[in-house]
């Protein structure tokens, strides 16, 4: 049984298509990564699945079900949008969010201790929100995310304003969850931490699921002739190569796609005569990166507006 089974949902606002067609499955302990550009409609298809929105056709199933209020406890959903009550104290807002998914007050409080030891807040359980920083409010939102042990788990931009070392942490726990059989849906634009974590992705631009599937076959079929290095010199030599159709240089390493005559192997050749200190050399590999900026043309469109609507 999938945990989600997303069929052709449509969403619009006034004269703007927010979510054209769009349809993916998620198994029980994946990470799936829904990404795209600011705009591109990854915030309205994750309300539609948690149904803060309804969609205008199409279907939506959690666990084989279709909506219900009795699924709710097994949903958890971390919304970019951060929001606690200021006024309260840590340890009681956290029983409430517990308590409001089903769980007792006993229960909800010794689950908030033990996530608040985990992430070393528990010396702050009796300081109100407010007087907590913006980082310690994320983690405070995520414990009482993931609280209630809800079986698919919805995280927007999870990472965002975290420091490494907290970054580091809520990721174990992700991958933690994930292992437990949970099903991660991680919304992220900033795909390097896509790559790392999701074994499955859909790109939504403008609306559209533009790119889905396994990441590594995703990866795999887009990596032909596609060289990256690492240097230390003046790189600007490479773009007038006749080898090379297009590079992406980042001042010192470059992704570089080939001519389809051309092989890595007489472009390595080449690049020994350029005036270049090259400290790696890979072939046959892309970043997800390059292929976001392949796909995604990057033009604002009306969509921001729409993912930045009130809850």
């Avoid at 699924?71 to 606690?84: N, V």
């Avoid at 900026?293 to 009130?310: H, K, M, N, S």
């Amino acid at each position: 049984m999938y945990a989600l089974e997303v069929t052709n949902i449509c969403k619009s606002f006034q004269h703007v298509q927010a979510v054209d067609h769009i349809s993916l499955t998620i198994e029980p302990g994946r990470i799936f990564g829904l990404i795209g550009p600011n705009g591109a409609g990854k915030t309205t298809t994750m309300r539609m699945i948690m149904h803060i929105l309804l969609p205008d056709s199409g279907e939506i199933r959690l666990f084989g079900e279709r909506f219900h209020d009795g699924l709710k406890s097994q949903l958890g959903y971390l919304p970019e949008e951060r929001g606690l009550y200021p006024r309260m104290k840590l340890i009681d807002h956290l029983q409430f969010l517990g308590e409001m998914k089903g769980l007792s007050s006993s229960v909800a409080r010794q689950r908030s201790r033990e996530w608040l030891a985990r992430f070393e807040l528990l010396d702050r359980a009796n300081k109100k929100i407010e007087e907590l920083s913006k980082g310690l409010q994320q983690k405070a939102q995520f414990i009482g995310t993931i609280l209630h042990n809800p079986k698919l788990l919805i995280v927007d931009e999870p990472f965002s304003g975290l420091d490494p070392v907290n970054t580091k942490l809520l990721k174990d726990i992700l991958l933690e969850l994930q292992q437990k059989g949970v099903a991660i849906i991680l919304s992220t634009h900033l795909m390097d931490q896509a790559e790392r974590l999701c074994q499955d992705i859909c790109l939504i631009n403008k609306g559209k699921a533009v790119l889905q599937g396994q990441l590594q076959e995703i990866k795999k079929s887009y990596s032909k002739n596609r060289v990256m290095i690492r240097y230390h010199g003046d790189g600007s030599a490479v773009k007038g190569l006749p080898q090379v159709a297009e590079v992406n240089d980042y001042g010192n390493s470059m992704e570089i796609r080939l001519r389809p005559q051309a092989s890595p192997e007489d472009f390595f050749r080449v690049l020994a005569d350029l005036p270049l200190s090259i400290s790696k050399f890979e072939a046959g590999d892309i970043s997800l990166n390059q292929i976001f900026i392949d796909l995604v043309d990057g033009e604002t469109t009306d969509q921001e507006e729409l993912d930045t609507l009130p809850e």
